[in-house]
Structure formats: structure tokens, C-alpha cells
């Protein structure tokens, strides 16, 4: 079993995440990113080229920019594909717990969870941590 991540956005945000995750990891040899409504890419026949290339025991955890966008709505008929979890408002956390984990076992639903309350606390209004850091001085 090899685990996948996708990110997939509209417009270049997807390739901007992968580029910051290049900053911080040696390989994304397992990590690919798609961009739909740009200029001479074709999402749709992007997105089914990959699937044809992971084999059905693969896992592939899939982010989007926007539940309920296009983007997000093209990828649903995955949840239908055995292993395959798709989070959608993901932020640069996100990616980087998952991407750390382990892949000698799949996550779980519970797990997929997991990661995403962690990443929503990383979530915050700086102004307010300021001040308790004192950062006028």
C-alpha cells in the first residue's frame, strides 16, 4: 500500500501549498497537486491520469480549497473508492501532519479527524498572542 496526497484547488493556490511543502520536505515523490481553471490545464483528464496510476489498495487522502466549489464537487465521487478520504478547507498544518505520518497503516476516519482538529488549532488571531508576548517592547 502506497498512501497519495492530493491537493487540488481552483486557480494556484494547490501549487503554491506544494511548493511550501517543498521547503520542508526532501520528497513528495507521493504527493501531487492539481489546478483547475488554469490556462492550458485540463483538471478533469489531470485528475483521471493520476487515478489510473495508483492501484486500488492505495491510499489517497485528498484536500480542496472550498466545500461545496467545483473542485471539491468534481473529487466527491472518490469518497465512493475504498481508502480514500477528502478533506476539504485544508490549511499549510494540515498537509504537513499528514504528510509525517506514518503510511504502514491506513488512517481511519477517527484519525482523519484527528489531524483536522489539530490543524484547526493552529487557527488563531496573533493580535492577542502579541500582547501577551509583549512585542511593543
Do not use: W
Not at 526532501?26 to 492501484?55: G, H, P, Q, R
Not at 476539504?88 to 482523519?112: A, C, K, M, Q
Amino acid at each position: 500500500m502506497n498512501r497519495y496526497i492530493v491537493i487540488a484547488s481552483h486557480g494556484p493556490f494547490a501549487k503554491g501549498a506544494y511548493e511550501s511543502l517543498k521547503m520542508f520536505f526532501s520528497s513528495l515523490n507521493n504527493c501531487k497537486y492539481f489546478t483547475a481553471y488554469v490556462e492550458d490545464y485540463n483538471f478533469e483528464n489531470e485528475v483521471d491520469t493520476f487515478l489510473e496510476s495508483i492501484t486500488s489498495d492505495d491510499e489517497l487522502i485528498v484536500f480542496t480549497d472550498l466545500l461545496g466549489g467545483s473542485v471539491n464537487t468534481q473529487l466527491l465521487p472518490l469518497t465512493n473508492r475504498d481508502h480514500t478520504h477528502i478533506i476539504s478547507g485544508f490549511n499549510f498544518p494540515l498537509l504537513v501532519s499528514t504528510l509525517v505520518l506514518s503510511s504502514e497503516e491506513y488512517l481511519s476516519p477517527v484519525d482523519i479527524q484527528l489531524l483536522i482538529d489539530e490543524a484547526k488549532s493552529g487557527i488563531c488571531y496573533v493580535n492577542i498572542l502579541a500582547d501577551d508576548f509583549n512585542c511593543d517592547e
